[in-house]
């Protein structure tokens, strides 16, 4: 027996309702993108973390974490379209061949660069909420090597680039490596200098990727040292605030590093690869990162 689809047993009010919904989204997406968007990127995950609690904390921002568009969401999608487009153009030739007029549905690339901003913004909205913010921010280091995709999507988009000295970061990821490795990781690095010296060239392709970034978007990119954090945030923060457009007043500083200090506490110790590198791990990792770490002063 012929069936009514489920849709037209619905009540006409719930469907006039559901339109009305649709277009209430569409409007508040449209809101959302008009504000100051940020990212938050990094090589590090010691310091990004406490960056993003801070900026979460002024109550003009939301910046809430991890997105990971670049490396999660936008492969995914892209995935999904060519395989839609692939079906439809096997589907208009079809339809060509057999003389009927029209042709199948597909997506260009413009359409991906709407469909990935559009999908951002919904996710966005859900942090948001009701919210009377006027910057937005989002953090995942990854995404410092998908800046330029970024900036297509969002062509007036901050960035905050946190930095960490790389041997330390690299001291960091071994013991953090080691302590959850099944036999895994050591069998591909069975010395520290060879994890040392891998460690360094990703270092400096991502600090290298963000440094290049901001150098053609100078006033749109902020450096923070995870370093100088440590030493005295008060100023870094004030101008990350500042850099962000909203207020920089004293109370907003210190009730952010509060709360950056208690979610996400600094708990890092500048200068302990000292304690981990040998002659051989130091003479490779600065094979590959020696002048970086000249150009963020840090010491040799």
Same mark, same amino acid.
């Given at each position: 027996?012929?069936?009514?689809?489920?849709?037209?047993?619905?009540?006409?009010?719930?469907?006039?309702?559901?339109?009305?919904?649709?277009?209430?989204?569409?409007?508040?997406?449209?809101?959302?993108?008009?504000?100051?968007?940020?990212?938050?990127?990094?090589?590090?995950?010691?310091?990004?973390?406490?960056?993003?609690?801070?900026?979460?904390?002024?109550?003009?921002?939301?910046?809430?974490?991890?997105?990971?568009?670049?490396?999660?969401?936008?492969?995914?999608?892209?995935?999904?379209?060519?395989?839609?487009?692939?079906?439809?153009?096997?589907?208009?030739?079809?339809?060509?061949?057999?003389?009927?007029?029209?042709?199948?549905?597909?997506?260009?690339?413009?359409?991906?660069?709407?469909?990935?901003?559009?999908?951002?913004?919904?996710?966005?909205?859900?942090?948001?909420?009701?919210? %009377?913010?006027?910057?937005?921010?989002?953090?995942?280091?990854?995404?410092?090597?998908?800046?330029?995709?970024?900036?297509?999507?969002?062509?007036?988009?901050?960035?905050?680039?946190?930095?960490?000295?790389?041997?330390?970061?690299?001291?960091?990821?071994? %013991?953090?490596?080691?302590?959850?490795?099944?036999? !895994?990781?050591?069998?591909?690095?069975?010395?520290?200098?060879?994890?040392?010296?891998?460690?360094?060239?990703?270092?400096?392709?991502?600090?290298?990727?963000?440094?290049?970034?901001?150098?053609?978007?100078?006033?749109?990119?902020?450096?923070?040292?995870?370093?100088?954090?440590? !030493?005295?945030?008060?100023?870094?923060?004030?101008?990350?605030?500042?850099?962000?457009?909203?207020?920089?007043?004293?109370?907003?500083?210190?009730?952010?590093?509060?709360?950056?200090?208690?979610?996400?506490?600094?708990?890092?110790?500048?200068?302990?690869?000292?304690?981990?590198?040998?002659?051989?791990?130091?003479?490779?990792?600065?094979?590959?990162?020696?002048?970086?770490?000249?150009?963020?002063?840090?010491?040799?």
């Amino acid at each position: 027996m012929w069936m009514v689809p489920a849709w037209r047993r619905l009540p006409w009010q719930w469907l006039v309702r559901r339109m009305e919904e649709f277009k209430a989204v569409h409007a508040q997406l449209g809101q959302l993108l008009e504000k100051d968007i940020v990212f938050v990127v990094g090589a590090t995950r010691w310091g990004t973390s406490w960056v993003q609690q801070c900026l979460d904390a002024h109550p003009k921002v939301c910046c809430k974490g991890e997105g990971h568009f670049s490396d999660g969401l936008f492969p995914g999608l892209a995935k999904l379209i060519d395989t839609y487009n692939q079906d439809a153009e096997r589907i208009g030739n079809r339809m060509q061949l057999a003389g009927l007029p029209g042709n199948a549905a597909g997506f260009t690339f413009e359409d991906m660069d709407h469909l990935l901003r559009t999908a951002i913004a919904l996710m966005i909205r859900r942090w948001v909420q009701d919210k %009377d913010v006027t910057c937005i921010g989002e953090k995942t280091p990854e995404h410092v090597l998908s800046l330029d995709l970024l900036v297509r999507l969002f062509p007036e988009m901050r960035v905050v680039h946190v930095v960490r000295d790389g041997r330390d970061e690299a001291s960091s990821a071994w %013991d953090f490596n080691m302590g959850i490795s099944k036999g !895994e990781f050591p069998r591909r690095y069975p010395s520290f200098a060879d994890f040392a010296e891998t460690f360094a060239k990703n270092w400096s392709r991502a600090v290298g990727t963000a440094r290049r970034y901001g150098r053609m978007h100078r006033t749109h990119y902020y450096q923070i040292r995870v370093e100088d954090l440590v !030493e005295e945030p008060a100023p870094f923060v004030r101008r990350m605030f500042r850099f962000c457009n909203v207020e920089d007043r004293e109370d907003h500083v210190q009730a952010a590093i509060r709360r950056a200090n208690q979610i996400a506490p600094l708990d890092i110790d500048p200068g302990v690869w000292r304690k981990r590198f040998d002659p051989d791990a130091a003479k490779r990792f600065h094979r590959q990162s020696g002048e970086l770490l000249k150009l963020l002063n840090y010491e040799e």
